[in-house]
């Protein structure tokens, strides 16, 4: 009888981590590979690792480029930022822009003549939208407005069209025909001093705005989806936690990705088969995947934690593309 009983007993226990894992993939069916900014330094996960691609204070906002060959970044000084572009095989960075004025530091002319580039967004087409406050008036308080180039070239930079008269905005997301932009409008009222925080679509020929996004407290970090068809979002409810939800671009329903999560900065794998985010967990920020099909997302589970990890420069995700059949 205790053999049996002991027999029972093993088999339970081999049984156990069978179910515990049920639904889950582990790090190594994960495909890709996710960039994020920690310690003064670009990283990369890839099959259940992290890698130090740069090592370089200042900088923050990794994106991967549509071929996965090389990740645009920001590169913040003395009153200004740069996008530049970082070869991921090299690791050698390059400057795309040139922001910082040539004047004194500390003068007037030098505050009036330096930008900041800020929030980038690599679609698949190859647009590049950013935010900006570079003006035609140096120093005269330019608002952060949303800013395309086609690719990396500053001498294709343009700011984009816009019918409506919007405040300072951020978190910029292109879509992968980069035909629209999604982003944080901040719009402040004066009576109670709290900023309206609230998530926008633009239509990036027209230059017509549409919200997609609003709650109680606050909605923000868009993520447009490669297919174009949703839109993942952070909301924060009045008085509660923040969470991942997927907004409908169509119809702008939402369905919840987390509850109660602390989860914030969406990002889709570039095959749109993944969502990735980050939750806070013991004052320290882990990333989390949910796999997604046919619009909905599936259980979220721990991928990796990293101490140091820049919540507010998000995650950005690549896959390769499955090779062409002969």
Known sequence: MRSRWLTLLIIAIAVVPLFQVKGRAADTDVPGRIAFV???GIWVWENGETTRLLEQEGVSDARWSPDGQALLFVESGNSYSDLALLN???GVPTLITNNQSDFEIGSLDYTRGSFWALDPSWSASGTIGYVSDESDEPGAGA???LWLMDGPDESSAYPAPLLAVEDSIDSVSLSGDGTVAAYVLREPDFDTGISDISVWLRDLATGETFL???SGGEAFDPAISPDGQSIAVAIREAGGKTDVWLVDRATLDRKRVTREAEAL???WSSDGDWLTYLKLEDYQFEV????????????PFKLFSAKGLDSRSGLSWFVAPEPAAD
Do not use: K
């Not at 989390?288 to 259980?299: K, M, Q, R, T």
């Open 143 to 145: 608002l952060f407005a």
């Open 38 to 40: 920690r310690d003064g």
């Open 212 to 214: 997609a996004a609003q």
């Open 288 to 299: 989390w995947v949910a796999p997604v099909s046919d619009g909905d997302a599936g259980e």
């Open 88 to 90: 991921a095989q090299t």
């Open 265 to 267: 900065a969406p990002a």
